[in-house]
């Protein structure tokens, strides 16, 4: 029988490896867009399911191909929900991911040991992406920890950072480094060019919690407003980790009269056109494995300042950026802003060769040849 269109396209889609994607969201956070854009990146290549613990904005645009199943595990406040959570941890989840034993497993997260226990115990192969400094590691138990580090075929680490600790921490199996990316055709159409004006508007950009350090970003501010310096500074942000230090910072802005503004941002066109209405950026982070944020405000050839603080030194070097003691004075990161500011020559050539090396077309083919060729490694062992 001669084979028709139809029996063809029938026979190829029964050849497509199945992978499902585990992961916590796919809300607007940085390892998250990074997961949404590789899995439309791979939708027609492979039969792609996804797991997320919670329900994120990116659900929604996900190819109608990918089947999604949403777990509905947020954090529960009271006693019952407590309850409630943990036995759908231990009778829907199994059956769900029981279902898909068949499948290549991709765990998006470290912190997510459930998926690796299971992955263990249905014999799944899979690979574990860590996107987590260190400091994440006490979120899981000795056994988890030492799960997560031994039982993957591969394990894709964000940055080298990230890679070092994983060994340091008694990573047994082959860690491959996959950066993040920057969509540079997209940052382009923002960028604008730096006039001299009157304000001068810094920004720190990340979720609200203890680690990203709004309340040094609130002491720079006050730092500079003793010193009648012309400064603004604007913290983007698209979730609020921490409500009670969320609240505290805004009562002291209030309260001093700080020229501090905290804006919620939108989707990433929204959030790229705020942040290239910026002239500098000013990271305020104790640690960061990657800091995607440095990253854009290189693209869009901002005078940077940041926190010596892990990752950020894959990405910049003192040609580019000013960098300080993670947790240092107030007064030391306004010294740097001057000088940044003070600079001579623009730097615009040398933003844009590092930042090349991160473009989204890129890593996403990096990613996709090194998942191709750990399946098929696994398919022919």
């Not at 809300?27 to 613990?53: D, Q």
């Not at 990657?290 to 005078?303: D, R």
Request: glycine share 4%; hydrophobic share 40%.
């Amino acid at each position: 029988m001669v084979p028709t269109e139809k029996n063809i396209a029938v026979n190829k889609e029964k050849t497509k490896k199945n992978i499902l994607f585990i992961t916590s969201s796919l809300a607007r956070t940085g390892s998250e867009i990074l997961l949404f854009n590789f899995i439309n990146f791979i939708a027609e290549k492979y039969t792609v399911s996804v797991i997320c613990y919670t329900k994120g904005d990116l659900v929604d645009q996900l190819p109608t191909s990918v089947k999604v199943h949403i777990l509905g595990l947020t954090q529960p406040l009271g006693l019952f929900q407590k309850i409630k959570r943990r036995l759908k941890i231990y009778t829907t989840v199994p059956i769900l991911l029981g279902s898909y034993k068949n499948s290549f497993w991709y765990i998006n997260t470290m912190v997510l040991p459930t998926a690796v226990t299971y992955a263990v115990l249905y014999q799944v192969k899979f690979i574990l992406h860590s996107h987590e400094l260190n400091k994440m590691y006490h979120l899981l138990s000795a056994e988890q920890l030492k799960q997560a580090l031994t039982q993957p075929l591969r394990i894709i680490a964000n940055s080298e950072i990230t890679k070092q600790q994983l060994i340091e921490a008694g990573a047994k199996k082959q860690i491959l480094v996959i950066n993040p990316f920057i969509d540079l055709h997209l940052v382009e159409t923002f960028k604008r060019k730096q006039n001299k004006k009157a304000t001068i508007n810094w920004l720190m950009a990340g979720s609200i919690d203890q680690n990203k350090n709004p309340q040094l970003f609130l002491d720079i501010a006050n730092e500079a407003k003793k010193s009648s310096l012309p400064y603004q500074f604007i913290w983007l942000y698209n979730t609020i980790s921490d409500k009670a230090l969320f609240l505290s910072i805004q009562q002291q802005v209030s309260m001093k009269h700080l020229p501090v503004k905290f804006v919620e941002t939108g989707d990433y066109n929204n959030y790229l056109q705020q942040f290239s209405e910026a002239d500098g950026f000013i990271l305020t982070s104790r640690s960061e494995s990657f800091s995607m944020a440095t990253l854009e405000a290189l693209a869009l050839s901002l005078q940077v300042v940041v926190s010596d603080c892990g990752g950020v030194r894959e990405i910049a070097n003192e040609k580019i950026a000013s960098f300080v003691v993670p947790d240092c004075s107030a007064a030391t990161f306004i010294e740097a802003t001057k000088f940044e500011l003070g600079r001579t020559g623009l730097q615009f050539d040398e933003k844009r060769d590092i930042v090349s090396r991160f473009d989204k077309n890129n890593i996403l083919n990096q990613w996709e040849k090194l998942v191709r060729e750990i399946i098929e490694s696994s398919d022919n062992p």
